[in-house]
């Protein structure tokens, strides 16, 4: 299947992660270390082991492994949506604490991190802002800095690349989970990049370490750096739906269905009020550069609409270097706006634990009035 991509014209070898050579690299100072570990499902190594059974082959020997912290969709990702919190629990075979950072507290207690020298952050992020990953990253690095806590950053590839950069920067008065500090949609930097940004910006004092990768390039896609892609939540199945992520989130701040509740979120949406061959020849009519979108049916099992079927379009990125998704998902709500006016709607609060501004809002990180004048 074509998904669009043009292949690099020259030959990288396989992308090694931080995790792969952990011995090797683990910090001299940090050796006999309490640490805890921020992990998801998506932190593996290039052959797939988890960095919690890393870590405990290597417990007692360049370190003493003594709590493990989760973001949104749990440490085992088994939560599906938004606002969906998870608890705190004693992990089955380590007998430690498995803190949720994603519940009563989305960032680290003084009792969390108090008998800890060192806090690891091994998370696969997608690249847009609104994924919550990196903003739990933010708080356990401002958490650590006020308990004069070391934090060790893995580094990990930028799944959409490291070059293009898309969407405007955050408003600081629109500050919210999906958006702590002013970066852009589609910020275009590492989860360790990201990271020296935050230490350079927000918290000088913080006792920053990042662990590199080896043979990763800029331009590279994910399916470019030789890794498995795992789910690095449940609503990212494949790269495909990280490609046109950075836009087609916007549609979780109105009544649109983003595809949520079928196999493939974001890359379609719908509502039962569309109308498929008008939404998709409209689209294609404008000429949205690298995409080609095809008229859909579909039945959500979840989430807006489950059980009722939807008419809507799928979203085909036919060349991934001049596609833009953040002008992709801005021009899909501009035209349904303008067809379904009498039928859309703007999602009320609360989103992402902002309980005043317009979901809309909190994800454009600014006022809706700049993108859709009335």
Known sequence: MDDGHKPLQILHMAVQLPIDHLREIWPRELRGARIGALLHPASVNSTLEHTARILEQENGNLFRLTA????QHGFRGETQDNMIEWHSYEHPKLHI??????????EPTTEMVRDL?????????????YYTFIWTMFLCMRACEGANVAVIVLDRPNPINGVTIEGPLLKPEYRSFVGMHPIPVRHGKTIGELATQFQHDVFPKC???VLPMKN???MMWFNDTGLSWIMASPNMPTLDTATVYPG???????NISEGRGTTRPFEIFGAPWIDPDLIANELN???VPGVQCREIFFQPTFHKFASELCGGAQIHVTDRDSFQPFATGIEV???IRRMYANYFQWKQPPYEYEYQRLPIEVLLGGPVAEFFPD
């Open 68 to 71: 493990l912290f989760g973001p």
């Open 97 to 106: 604490p498995v803190y949720s950072l994603y519940g009563e507290h989305r």
């Open 117 to 129: 020298d060192a806090v690891l952050i091994d998370l696969q992020d997608i690249g847009a802002r």
């Open 207 to 209: 006792a920053l370490t």
């Open 216 to 218: 990763w390039e800029r």
């Open 248 to 254: 087609m989130c916007l549609l979780e701040g109105t």
């Open 285 to 287: 009519r404008r000429r």
């Open 333 to 335: 709500i501009r035209c």
